[in-house]
Antibody, heavy 121, light 107 residues
Framework: QEQLQESGPGLVQPSETLSLTCTVS????????WGWMRQPPGKALECIGY???????NYNPSLKSRVTISVDTSKNQFSLKLNSVTAADTAVYYC???????????????WGQGALVTVSS | DIVLTQSPATLSLSPGERATLSCRAS??????LAWYQQKPGQPHRLLIY???NRATGIPARFSGSGSGTDFTLTISSLEPEDFAVYFC?????????FGQGTKLEIK
């Protein structure tokens, strides 16, 4: 059973860079698309973006200027960097695998447990 | 961005009863909608994709329907393990968006 685990600092200073890593165990990162989402307190999940194992990416236009998603196939990991953070970036951050093929799109079939990141001084 | 509105916010039912959850999109997403189950301390679980296809291992009591802007998740006869939060996701227009969730609680 494939498992995903988010890791990184739980507290980030305003204006700094939020960095998270998702480690994939029990399966290979190769051949799949991988995504990052976040859920601010009391709000709906928000899609941040996704990456193919080869490195191609697609970002939410609302975050595109501040986001970088990268992949390290040798470590079976992919990562998220969000710069110039503010309190509005406080959220539970999730990584997930697009593993189910629908008629046109892939859907998430494996999720991490989520990592709370608080932006505060 | 497409807004997904789920209703009701909370649904109180008893085991054995039928649950009907709604997800309405601010514009058409075709049939590109999924439903997930969220329980504390557990990863989110894909239930339904492409509006009506059950994911692998999902019991037949879960069914999805709808297209365009109106979608429904139905649980035909609630089991104790079904009490959780359910949310929808659309992939018809980028960026993908999610509903705010319906909490299904024991009455």
């Amino acid at each position: 059973q494939e498992q995903l685990q988010e890791s990184g600092p739980g507290l980030v200073q305003p204006s700094e860079t939020l960095s998270l890593t998702c480690t994939v165990s029990g399966g290979s990162i190769s051949g799949h698309y991988w995504g990052w989402m976040r859920q601010p307190p009391g709000k709906a999940l928000e899609c941040i973006g996704y990456i193919y194992y080869s490195g191609s990416t697609n970002y939410n236009p609302s975050l595109k200027s501040r986001v970088t998603i990268s992949v390290d196939t040798s470590k079976n990991q992919f990562s998220l960097k969000l710069n110039s953070v503010t309190a509005a970036d406080t959220a539970v951050y999730y990584c997930a695998r697009y593993g189910v093929r629908g008629s046109r799109y892939l859907w998430f079939d494996s999720w991490g447990q989520g990592a709370l990141v608080t932006v505060s001084s | 961005d497409i807004v997904l509105t789920q209703s009701p916010a909370t649904l109180s039912l008893s085991p054995g009863e039928r649950a009907t959850l709604s997800c309405r999109a601010s514009q058409s997403v075709g049939s590109y909608l999924a439903w997930y189950q969220q329980k504390p301390g557990q990863p989110h679980r894909l239930l339904i994709y492409d509006a009506s296809n059950r994911a692998t291992g999902i019991p037949a009591r879960f069914s999805g329907s709808g297209s365009g802007t109106d979608f429904t998740l139905t649980i035909s006869s609630l089991e104790p393990e079904d009490f959780a939060v359910y949310f929808c996701q659309q992939r018809g227009n980028w960026p993908d968006t999610f509903g705010q969730g319906t909490k299904l609680e024991i009455k």
